[in-house]
């Protein structure tokens, strides 16, 4: 069986780095765990949109 890559919209990546954003109190493996993604992914999107202007 093979493992199926999950894909997210630009849209989807955004709202998640805003949530981040907006719950200063939630630490980023909270974020994910709320949002049902990787800590790592979050991570990733996060450091991509500070590289351009805030915008996953």
């Not at 805003?18 to 909270?30: F, G, M, V």
Request: with cysteine; glycine share 4%.
């Amino acid at each position: 069986m093979a493992n199926k890559k999950k894909q997210f919209d630009q849209e989807f990546k955004q709202n998640a780095v805003n949530y981040c954003l907006t719950h200063p109190e939630l630490s980023r493996k909270e974020c994910a765990k709320n949002l049902g993604i990787g800590d790592s992914t979050l991570y990733r999107w996060k450091q991509e949109a500070k590289a351009n202007n805030n915008q996953a």
